[in-house]
């Protein structure tokens, strides 16, 4: 009786895939939806006649819960131009209107968005936003 001899592993395998394996581990402990790379949600842009001191990273309120956060703000002609995320779940209709808000004493902003029409919207146009100085 002969034995057949061992195959001996690839260590650069190994290593490769011990490496992958850390990494989803690693993902999936810290939450993975929370990275900088990864969809944050569904993306609308609002248009403002100005920035009413909302900056990149505040938070975005549906009905008084946290669905989203500000990701950019710039200028678009003579408007202020916020681009935001909102949770996939969240339906944000073709009627919708949008708002600046003051949340803290501090002057911490926030977008406040009142969801409404049935079609889907990509954009909030400046007919239908509020700032916190109008």
């Known amino acids: 009786m002969s034995s057949s001899p061992k195959r001996e592993r690839d260590p650069l395998r190994t290593g490769i895939f011990g490496l992958v394996l850390v990494i989803c581990i690693v993902l999936i402990a810290f939450g993975y939806a929370g990275l900088p790379f990864w969809p944050q949600g569904r ?62 004493i501090l002057g911490e902003r926030s977008v406040a968005v009142s969801p409404a029409g049935a079609g889907r919207a990509t954009s909030i146009p400046l007919s239908r936003t509020t700032t916190p100085y109008t």
């Open 43 to 104: 993306v609308y842009d609002a248009y403002f006649s100005d920035a009413g001191g909302i900056k990149p990273g505040n938070a975005v309120y549906v009905s008084g819960f946290k669905v989203g956060k500000v990701q950019a703000v710039g200028l678009a002609g003579d408007s202020a131009k916020v681009t935001f995320t909102v949770d996939r779940h969240v339906a944000v209709g073709d009627q919708s209107l949008a708002a600046i808000r003051t949340d803290t």
